[in-house]
Every structure is written in structure tokens, then in C-alpha cells.
């Protein structure tokens, strides 16, 4: 019996949550031997291989020629801002903050993403919208002093302030995309390949190439794979075979828990009461939002 469209979608959807749920104890995992530039270039190779393999096997090598140059151009700006901003910003993060602080304030871009919607889009906050901004960063204050909001102690406010500006990279990202007519897979193709001279000339300068034996290159090439690569294939797939685009979106709000139990269990982190109340209000100030991102 063939599997309706609807339950390839949640199958593609929930694989996609999967890998997303495991993606920040890789990045923990890598910083342990590698450096956020060394991670971000051994990463960026990967999924370039990764990306090209996947049109390979589509059958979408040809849209190479339909490329315009401006295509060509819009989607190598795009590019310095992820992989190469994005990730040498995010990276760092999780190099000064517990996982379970940076992977939640990550679930931030959405806020931002509707801040930044009204000078650059035209758009107009709603009062739900300045609630649920409200909300979130509640949360993020919540999660960031880990409860102690008399004292205001944020641990590492310069790891705070890094995963709070990734996501405001991210969100700069997403917009420039609006207008983007290139296939998707291509797109980010395009994006890791310009990006790869900018992180290959920065991590020279700075860190130095990583040696081969180095034992942080497996959950970099994992990171390369999955989180740079699969995962967005997969989502797309979902979102393309759905009747409900709501339902299947709703699913990302699994991945954050499902993340805390892999970094309890995979890094030994205690998780405190304080980052799942930070993370709940977080994702409810998202929820009420959702109309708009």
C-alpha cells in the first residue's frame, strides 16, 4: 500500500527534527579539539560535497546554466552571511556558552526576524507581535542568568550577546531570500561555495588549518552532512509534500526539548529547571508570532 503524500510529509518533517535535535551536541562535541573557524571551514567543505551530491542524484546539475549573473551575484552576498557570518558567530557562541543556553537562544530568529520585517519589508507590529517580543525575550532573560534576575548575572555576556546576534544574521539571511528566484539546493550551494574563500582566508589568518588527525573531524564532517546539508533537504521535501504547512512547521518546536535530553545524555550537561522555563517562553512568544514568521 503506498504512503499518502501527507505521511511522507511528516516522515520527512520529523527525520528533519531528528538531526536538528542533535546538531548542538555535535557543535560541543567539535569545539572540544577544534576551533568555531576551523569547525565552520572542515563543515563548510562537507556540505559544499554534500549539497552537490544531493543535485547530482536530483538530476539538477542543468540548472547551472539557467543561472543569471545577477543570480550569481545575489546568491554569493548571501552567502558571506551564511555560512560565513551566521555559523563564525554561532560557533563561538557555543564555545563560551553550555549548550543549553546557546541552542535555545538560538530559537530567537524568529523574534528578530519580525523586528527586522518593519524597516526592511514595510511591515507593521501588531499588538500580539509586541507581546509575543515580549515573551521571548523574557525568556531569554530567563534562560541567560539562568533564574538569578535580581542579580543579572549572564554568565558570558559576550556568549549571550554572540548567540543573540546570529540569530539577527539569520534573520537578515532569510530576508535577503524573499525575492530569491533560484532553486533552493542550489542556492545554498551557491552560498557555502562563495562563502568558502572568505572562511578558508580567515581561519588561516587566525586559527590555522586544522591536522588530519585532529579527533574533533568527525562531528565537524557530521555537522557538514546533516545540519548544513540534509536537513534542509529534507524540510523542503516536507514542506512541498503537505496539506498543512502549519502542522508540519509546528514540528520545530519539538526539536529544542529533544535537543536538551541529547546534551544531558551525550555531554553530561545538568539541565536546570531555569532553561526549560527560559525555553518554553521563548517558543510561546514564537507561537503567538507565528502568523507573521
Known amino acids: 500500500m503506498p504512503i499518502s503524500r501527507q505521511r511522507l510529509a511528516y516522515i520527512f518533517g520529523l527525520a528533519t527534527v531528528l538531526i536538528w535535535s542533535t546538531v548542538a551536541s555535535a557543535f560541543k562535541i567539535a569545539l572540544k579539539d577544534l576551533d568555531h573557524l576551523q569547525l565552520l571551514l572542515v563543515a563548510d567543505v562537507i556540505s559544499i560535497a554534500t549539497?552537490?551530491?544531493?543535485?547530482?542524484?536530483?538530476?539538477?546539475?542543468?540548472?547551472?546554466?539557467?543561472?543569471?549573473?545577477?543570480?550569481?551575484?545575489?546568491?554569493?552576498?548571501?552567502?558571506?552571511?551564511n555560512p560565513f557570518l551566521y555559523y563564525m558567530v554561532l560557533f563561538k557562541a557555543y564555545s563560551l556558552l553550555p549548550a543549553q543556553v546557546a541552542?535555545?537562544?538560538?530559537?530567537?530568529?524568529?523574534i528578530t526576524l519580525s523586528l527586522l520585517s518593519v524597516p526592511l519589508l514595510g511591515q507593521k507590529l501588531a499588538r500580539r507581535d509586541l507581546v509575543a517580543i515580549c515573551i521571548s525575550y523574557l525568556g531569554v532573560v530567563t534562560l541567560s542568568t539562568q533564574g538569578n534576575l535580581t542579580g543579572l548575572d549572564f554568565g558570558s555576556p559576550i556568549g549571550v550577546s554572540l548567540a543573540l546576534g546570529s540569530t539577527l544574521i539569520w534573520a537578515l539571511y532569510w530576508i535577503g531570500n524573499t525575492k530569491n528566484s533560484t532553486d533552493p539546493v542550489l542556492a545554498l550551494l551557491l552560498n557555502f561555495a562563495a562563502a568558502f574563500p572568505l572562511i578558508l582566508g580567515t581561519t588561516l589568518a587566525v586559527s590555522g588549518l586544522p591536522a588530519w588527525d585532529n579527533p574533533g573531524l568527525p562531528a565537524a564532517a557530521y555537522v557538514g552532512v546533516f545540519e548544513m546539508g540534509v536537513s534542509f533537504v529534507l524540510w523542503l521535501m516536507a514542506m512541498r509534500l503537505t496539506?498543512?504547512?502549519?502542522?508540519?512547521?509546528?514540528?520545530?518546536?519539538?526539536?529544542?526539548?529533544?535537543?536538551?535530553?541529547?546534551?544531558?545524555?551525550?555531554?553530561?550537561?545538568?539541565?536546570?529547571?531555569?532553561?526549560?522555563?527560559?525555553?518554553?517562553?521563548?517558543?510561546?512568544?514564537?507561537?503567538l508570532g507565528q502568523r507573521r514568521t
Not at 55 to 75: A, E, H, M, W, Y
Not at 103 to 110: C, E, G, R, S
Open 51 to 81: 549539497l552537490l551530491t544531493i543535485l547530482t542524484v536530483q538530476g539538477k546539475l542543468g540548472l547551472f546554466k539557467s543561472l543569471t549573473l545577477r543570480d550569481l551575484l545575489r546568491n554569493c552576498a548571501l552567502g558571506a552571511l
Open 103 to 110: 541552542q535555545p537562544l538560538n530559537y530567537t530568529w524568529a
Open 243 to 287: 496539506d498543512s504547512t502549519a502542522r508540519i512547521g509546528n514540528l520545530i518546536f519539538l526539536s529544542p526539548f529533544l535537543s536538551l535530553v541529547l546534551i544531558h545524555f551525550i555531554l553530561g550537561e545538568i539541565i536546570h529547571a531555569t532553561t526549560y522555563a527560559g525555553l518554553v517562553l521563548i517558543l510561546a512568544g514564537n507561537l
